[in-house]
């Protein structure tokens, strides 16, 4: 049905973010905090009814394909293979103290049961059961965290209109009225933060969409997002759980956390990431998928080694951060196979080293190509990546060292600290092709 601009969307557009004024956390919210901080490691799974057609989960936008034939989609959508407790088991091995799953993408279609659309998993799919409640209770189960991201634009719902920047060429997409999104949102959130016990936070996705753009950089936001409501009911519905936007900005107030897409923090490579002075005091999560995708991508090989796997969880650690891990389910449910087998080895390296990487913060060098520290009180992990030369050297690197050994053997370290920084002494033969851990204790 078209709908049409209501005066009231005039007037909200061109005004600032507001966010939720004078927020104080909670205790139970600063305990998430810190839980957050030192997990260090979660799976990411985008699944939705787009893991039919096998090109990720932008396809929608992509293709172009028209809000008609879409909505043909989730009649093939029947995950028979799905079984929430195997996910979660892997993950577990994995190392992974979180998931954070997809409750609803871009393409506006609802992977739970919500009683404020029709278009859910529930009522338009062959499956007809909610994925979010199997998954809540087997991560309940095992002990692991569960986040939901939930996007704020959205291609389906013509009331996400003024329309964004992107979707703009689907066909079938009328006007209606943006104050209605915000309270079908509203309404979403509450279901989402009342039905499935626990959560451990919300992981927002989309503000970007309605940044004015020219080509080279983002100008304005033109809508009022309504944070303020929108962080506050979240923590009135469950005062632990942690906020994070994907807006690739400093964070706004009322959020809890701070991510970075396929970007470690301050490093901006993508060019529309978050800038280096953004960067704020809040917990760090970078996500990063296992191949290129985010969504299931039939014809994407480019699968991550253990090697690559691994050393991206130290060097995101190394910035202080967590690393969210994706994968993209297949339409039945599974997940892909060599991305079982890779999580498998990271897993066991995490079990070997996860000393090194758990409950640490950042060290006192910023993570190069070749090297990242963490900490945790006076140990200190100096993980060298990629280094062939016997004498390996830490530029900048001050701090009195009470012993210095491989973390594995124990065998001494050979070191020197200079007015430049320190030179450590590690044999080849002594190298691990993936990481050299060497522990520091501090004097
Ligand atoms: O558009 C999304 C994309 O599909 C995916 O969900 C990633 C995950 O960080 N975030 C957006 C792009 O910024």
Redesign the pocket.
Known sequence: MKRFLSISVFLIIFQPIIAQQNYVPTNENMEARQWFQEAKFGL?I?WGVYSVLGDG??VMNNQNISIDDYEKLPSFFNPIDFDAEEWVKMAKDAGMKYITI?SR??DGFSMFDSQVTDYTIVKKTPYKKDILKPLAAACKKEGIKLFF?Y?LLDWHDDNYFPRGRTGTKIPGRADGNWEEYIIFMKAQLTELLTNYGEIAGIWF??H?DQKEWDGEKYGKVKVDWHYEEIYKLIHDLQPQCLIGN?HHLAPIEGEDFQ?F??DLPGQNTTGWGTNASDVGELPMEV?ETINGS??FNLKDNKHKSEKELVQYIIRSAGYGSNLLL?VGPMPNGEIQLEHIKSLEKVGIWMRENGETIYKTTAGPVAPTDDMAFTRRGDTMYLHILNDTKELFFVENFKGKIKSMHLYKSKEKVNHKINEYGMFIEVPNNKKNQIDTIIEIILK
Request: proline share 0%; aromatic share 24%.
């Open positions: 990411f985008h989960e932008w997809t993408h871009h991201y996007s996705d989309g970007w994907n991510m897409e396929r996500c985010w969504g994706n």
